[in-house]
């Protein structure tokens, strides 16, 4: 049992450049999450899947696009990379439906740079 | 909108200390308040989950509490080691249009040998 697991664990991208990162879970949750975390800022919602096959935006999401390939697996795309997108990414993954917790757990973090 | 506060943003004590950490948040309306740990250049782990109508949770030497009328939640730590020293982060579930967790800024805890 892994729990959440992301690939690459870093990355160097020019400006300009496209990556996608990568996030698995095999607790069988239905919600997975992508965060950013930058020094002083705590972390910041930038996609959010809800269930397999729906995506909504969060607090940051300009930049990014997601896809929620089946219920294991979401992954996050960065189309052109900017130096304001430098930073840690975390995926996280929660139960959902009534009367659960929705306790989130959190894999080990993307450490992105762009320069 | 939400937001969520936690102070101090750094702590040093020494070992053996009995510690608080504080966490305030600005809307009661919240789902539950999730308190985490995050050691250096690592992951998040959960520590404790408080559902909206617990006051508290216990684990270990941990104790997390709850009171949504005032905006606080407070994690304390008994009998603080070495190996406690991490940033501890809160964050709160609330619905803003679609269910979101709101995350305060951490403290970073430092417990001395």
């Known amino acids: 049992n892994a729990g959440v697991t992301q690939t690459p664990k870093f990355q160097v991208l020019k400006t300009g450049q496209s990556m996608t990162l990568q996030c698995a879970q095999d607790?069988?949750?239905?919600?997975m999450y992508w965060y950013r975390q930058d020094p002083g800022m705590g972390l910041r919602l930038i996609y959010y899947s809800a269930s397999e096959g729906t995506t909504d935006k969060g607090e940051v999401p300009n930049g990014y696009n997601v896809s929620r390939l089946n219920k294991r697996e979401f992954s996050l795309r960065l189309e052109s990379a900017a130096p304001s997108q430098t930073s840690v990414y975390f995926c996280?993954?929660?139960?959902?439906?009534?009367?659960?917790?929705?306790?989130?757990?959190f894999g080990p973090g993307t450490r992105l740079t762009v320069t | 909108k939400q937001e969520v506060t936690q102070i101090p943003a750094a702590l040093s004590v020494p070992e053996g200390e009995n510690l608080v950490l504080n966490c305030s948040f600005t809307d009661s309306a919240i789902y539950n308040l999730q308190w985490f740990r995050q050691d250096p250049g690592k992951g998040l782990t959960s520590l404790l989950l408080?559902?909206?109508?617990?006051r508290e949770q216990t684990s270990g030497r941990l104790n997390a509490s709850l009171d949504k009328s005032s905006g606080r939640s407070t994690l304390y730590i008994a009998a603080s080691q070495p190996g406690d020293s991490a940033t501890y982060l809160c964050?709160?579930?609330?619905?803003?249009?679609?269910?979101?967790?709101?995350f305060g800024t951490g403290t970073r805890l430092k417990v001395l040998a």
């Open positions: 408080i559902q909206s109508s617990q």
């Open positions: 996280a993954s929660s139960e959902s439906g009534q009367g659960l917790p929705y306790e989130q757990y």
């Open positions: 964050a709160v579930r609330r619905f803003e249009g679609t269910y979101k967790y709101i």
């Open positions: 607790m069988n949750h239905n919600s």
